[in-house]
């Protein structure tokens, strides 16, 4: 659907992308993830039309259009900002493009109505300024204007980021389920890793302008292939010398394992490393409990469900398990 092939992008003597190669498939919802100032949006604005890559191609269905001008991509594009015009009805605002693109009155409207309903904007709500609606409300009129002008593509850039913590996790979900109702190819840049995880079919790790890993949120998450991506994909505990040695791990390697991954009290199977530690700390947050315990010379934070029975006290004695399976090792630099 969308093929990014040794795509570099210069910013005077800055490189700001290094030989970037991405295929995104069709009716596929890919996210470009990374902090700040890692290429995901400069990526992002190189397929839409607003950067020409200094080397390198960019094709949609098999056709080149590196040097397409952005109005002919057919691309839908939604900014951080909205970028809606405040002065401007809903209506107007979504209507936008259709009348660019010299629509008949009838069809300009029986669009926007359509389109509208499907993000869920109330017919009351067309007639309102912009300006006079909330920030999820914006958001889903930005969301309209990107769609109905039916392009192959939509783009997203943080398209979240300016909502609070709760419309965020609301927005997110309704996100996917639009995207599945319209079946409509979606990039989307984001530095949130549970946003990632949550949204994506596939993503795509960036740092420093290069891509770390291209995988599913299962294969990101439990086979990060980088240490930057088993950093920067949720929280990791990295082992110390004292778990290293006691478990015969290489010593030119860094060792890591997740923190769901940590057994603590349970039976273990044959192979798996017991040490004794003690409860230092603990995080309540409902469905889970985040313990923080002192084991092999180091802490060891760990996730353990919430059966509202099992809980461990601060000063209390357990045993914490690890299996050399759960443990992702890559090479020091």
Do not use: W
């Not at 093929?3 to 596929?28: C, M, P, S, T, Y």
């Not at 009155?105 to 909330?134: F, P, Y």
């Not at 996730?303 to 299996?323: F, L, R, S, W």
């Amino acid at each position: 659907m969308i093929q990014l092939k040794d795509i570099v992008v210069r910013f005077g003597d800055f490189e700001a992308l290094h030989h970037i190669n991405v295929d995104v498939r069709e009716g596929e919802f890919f996210t470009f993830l990374g902090p700040s100032g890692c290429g995901k949006t400069t990526t992002l604005r190189t397929i839409t039309g607003f950067i020409e890559p200094v080397s390198g191609t960019v094709h949609m269905k098999g056709e080149d259009i590196t040097h397409v001008p952005i109005e002919k991509r057919n691309i839908g594009i939604v900014f951080q900002s909205y970028a809606l015009f405040p002065t401007m009805t809903v209506h107007d605002n979504i209507a936008f493009g259709l009348k660019i693109k010299k629509l008949k009155k009838a069809e300009i409207e029986e669009k926007v109505h359509t389109i509208a309903r499907k993000v869920e904007l109330g017919e009351d709500k067309l007639s309102r300024a912009v300006g006079q609606l909330s920030g999820g409300q914006q958001q889903r009129v930005a969301i309209a204007r990107a769609l109905v002008t039916e392009p192959s593509i939509i783009c997203m850039d943080e398209p979240l980021s300016n909502l609070d913590a709760k419309l965020r996790v609301q927005l997110r979900n309704e996100l996917k389920k639009m995207q599945r109702e319209f079946g409509i190819t979606t990039i989307y840049v984001t530095h949130d890793q549970e946003e990632a995880l949550t949204l994506s079919d596939r993503i795509a790790v960036f740092n420093k302008g290069y891509i770390e890993q291209i995988g599913t949120p299962n294969e990101v998450y439990n086979h990060s292939k980088t240490e930057f991506v088993a950093n920067f994909i949720g929280d990791i505990n990295r082992l110390e010398d004292g778990v290293s040695e006691a478990m015969h791990l290489s010593a030119s390697s860094h060792h890591f394992i997740r923190l769901e991954r940590v057994r603590v009290n349970r039976e273990h199977d044959d192979g798996c490393f017991t040490s004794e530690g003690v409860i230092e700390s603990r995080e309540y947050y409902g469905l889970y409990i985040k313990y923080y315990i002192r084991a092999c010379g180091q802490t060891i934070k760990v996730i353990e469900k919430n059966d509202g029975i099992n809980i461990y006290e601060p000063g209390e004695k357990v045993t914490v398990g690890i299996h050399p399976a759960d443990i992702m090792s890559y090479e020091a630099r």
